[in-house]
């Protein structure tokens, strides 16, 4: 956590810095938590910038992309279809790399089911 | 004889051959050294690529497919595991594959889709030993997403572009420790979000204004020295610091893989590293186009997908004798600005000119000139070496020069 400053009055509790990983562009965001967990988020330059911070301040999610070996020895290519509690990436690493699936598989096949909340499936065939 | 032959497979090459194909052009033959389309993108694993073209976050295998899926759906035919050797300015290609051993192909235009490589070691000049354990991000990158294996534990990463920031997560999800990432600039090449998410999320140190000054071990490497740099990109004395690791990965920078133009004789910019074209992606030879990374180092893929359509549509026009040269203007640039795509102008129309610049500048105002008057401008809060800009200019605001210049006006 960077960027944190801690204010006093107001009902304003806390300031923080964010880059916006949403897109490449990379927008500078502030996001300024009052204490009622409301998110004030300003310097994003599309919707979706606000979504992020106002996540990034009270649960970060991230979405894990890497590798199964099949049962072959292929290397398969996987992700979590949607993004997952930030803390759990090293947990979810421990579960995703316990896989072993069989080919032939297609692109979107499920590999995983919930991993913390997210399924994690295949993104390139493999025949 | 073929219509078209595309030299390379990937991102610039297949979205090339979809293009021609829809504008009516069916002899079309991709020539790709791999053994599957996709090129690069086959191990850029993360996610991030198609925002602007699909408005979706998809990896690079998922980026691949939307476009392999179109290439085998519309029957345009590919020959894989294809190396090409030699292009002539009449365009005669000679390539080799198992099957054919080697063949020769001639064509009414060639789109040249060769895409890049990583500078290497050899053009840093580090002293000191030649261990093994130094790779390359991208070497590192194939190894660990399509063959499975890990380079190393400890790893220092010099250069802090994309691929060398994506790797330092990359080693880190697979249980490596990276140390730190050194940056020679005081800025990093790499994109705001992917410092974000590859470096701060992990507690990577980037280190910027510094760089490995020497090599250690015998066998394997044992560790690196770095340095902290003055202005002028010099080691300064006694900020040297030992770091151990087993692993030195160098992302220091992409060069456009042009050995095949200029064969073909194709006019090289210095600056790019890629060939000289106009509004069309049209070189200096007659009838070869060229597109994608072997043109330019691009910041996303789907700025590569979107050249190579502009190449198609030239490649149609040319094959279908529509295209016509009506004038003739050079675009310069003042050094700021480093380089421009396309770096001349051929026809009277509307043109969208891609430009970097060679320093991060703060309240510039981009201008453009035809020796008189000034035909654009506008005003940026920011611009970065890391970052391709881009303008259009209207046709009719150049109509009577001969050479356009491109500067940037400090504040």
């Known amino acids: 956590m960077h960027g944190i400053e801690v204010l006093s009055g107001g009902g304003l509790i806390m300031k923080r810095e964010l880059t916006c990983i949403v897109c490449p562009v990379g927008c500078s965001l502030a996001a300024e938590i009052k204490d009622n967990g409301e998110v004030l988020v300003t310097g994003n330059t599309c919707p979706r910038g606000k979504v992020y911070a106002e996540n990034e301040c009270t649960a970060p999610m991230r979405t894990i992309t890497t590798t199964v070996r099949c049962k072959n020895g292929e290397i398969l290519p996987v992700k979590t279809d949607s993004p997952i509690p930030k803390e759990k990436i090293f947990e979810a690493m421990q579960i995703i790399n316990k896989a072993c699936p069989v080919l032939p598989i297609t692109i979107e096949d499920v590999i995983i089911k919930d991993v913390f909340g997210s399924n994690v499936v295949a993104v390139r065939n493999m025949p | ?411």
């Open chain 2, 1 to 411: 004889m073929k219509e078209l032959v595309i030299v390379g497979g990937g991102p610039a090459g297949m979205s090339a051959a979809i293009k021609a194909y829809e504008e009516g052009i069916r002899d079309i033959l991709i020539l790709e050294r791999d053994s599957s389309l996709g090129g690069i993108l086959q191990q850029c694993i993360h996610n991030g690529f198609g925002l602007h073209r699909f408005g979706e976050e998809l990896t690079g295998p998922e980026y691949a497919w939307r476009y392999e899926k179109q290439v085998r759906d519309l029957g345009i035919a590919y020959k894989l595991n294809t190396m090409v050797l030699d292009i002539t300015e009449d365009k005669v290609i000679t390539a080799t594959n198992i099957e054919d051993g080697i063949f020769q192909i001639e064509a009414k235009a060639i789109i040249l889709a060769m895409g890049c490589r990583e500078r290497a070691k050899g053009a840093l000049n580090i002293a000191g030993t030649r261990p093994a354990g130094i790779y390359s991000a991208g070497t590192a990158q194939k190894l660990v997403n399509l063959e499975g294996y890990m380079p190393g534990k400890k790893v220092v990463i010099l250069g802090s572009g994309d691929i060398g920031l994506i790797m330092a997560r990359r080693m880190t999800l697979e249980g490596a420790k990276v140390e730190c990432v050194c940056e020679l600039m005081p800025f990093s090449g790499g994109l705001a979000r992917n410092i974000e998410q590859c470096l701060n999320d992990f507690n990577i140190p980037l280190k910027l204004s510094h760089t490995v000054v020497e090599i250690h071990g015998k066998e394997r490497l044992s560790g690196v020295t770095i340095a902290k740099v003055d202005e002028n990109r010099k080691p300064i004395l006694g900020t040297e610091e030992f770091i151990e690791c087993d692993t030195l990965l160098l992302s220091v920078g992409l060069i456009p893989e042009n050995e095949l133009s200029k064969k073909a004789s194709v006019c090289i910019d210095r600056f790019t590293n890629g060939a000289v074209v106009d509004q069309n992606r049209h070189t200096s030879c007659d009838g070869i186009f060229a597109c994608g990374n072997v043109l330019h180092v691009h910041d996303l893929v789907d700025f590569v997908s979107e050249e190579a359509e502009i190449a198609a549509m030239g490649a149609v026009n040319y094959i279908n004798n529509t295209d016509k040269e009506r004038v003739s203007i050079d675009i310069k640039t003042d050094g700021k600005i480093r380089y421009t795509v396309p770096q001349r102008i051929t026809e009277k129309k509307d043109v969208t000119v891609y430009f970097r610049v060679s320093n991060v500048f703060n309240n510039v105002k981009i201008c453009v000139s035809d020796g008189e008057n000034i035909v654009f401008s506008k005003k940026k809060t920011k611009v970065t070496p890391g970052e391709m800009e881009k303008i259009t200019l209207k046709g009719n605001s150049f109509e009577k020069c001969t050479e356009l210049k491109f500067y940037l006006e400090e504040a």
